[in-house]
Nanobody, 120 residues
């Protein structure tokens, strides 16, 4: 069984920073892309940032220049450094791992979500 476990969410004031982590556990042979999504109340889930196994990244326009995604392939872990946070960044943040090859086959996986709340 492959699991994604997120950590690092919390409450922060506007202008502050948080760092999210997401570790994939299980008998994993490889992971293609990893990404962070978020979903605010009453809104659809949206892509925040993604990173390929080779390190290529892309970001939502709303977070460019403020958020940085990175990954450690040896640890099957992806990070999201969030700086200059705004109240509109408040959401549940979900980790996604694409094309995970494991002892159970090749599937996509989602984490359980971690709450990020930015106060004004």
């Amino acid at each position: 069984q492959v699991q994604l476990v997120e950590s690092g969410g919390g409450l922060v004031q506007a202008g502050g920073s948080l760092r999210l982590s997401c570790a994939a556990s299980g008998t994993i042979f490889s992971i293609n892309a990893m990404a962070w999504y978020r979903q605010a109340p009453g809104k659809q889930r949206e892509l925040v940032a993604a990173i390929t196994r080779g390190g290529s990244t892309n970001y939502a326009d709303s977070v460019k220049g403020r958020f940085t995604i990175s990954r450690d392939n040896a640890k099957n872990t992806v990070y999201l450094q969030m700086n200059s946070l705004k109240p509109e960044d408040t959401a549940v943040y979900y980790c996604n791992a694409d094309n995970v090859r494991s002892g159970f086959g090749t599937y996509d996986y989602w984490g359980q979500g971690t709450q990020v709340t930015v106060s004004s």
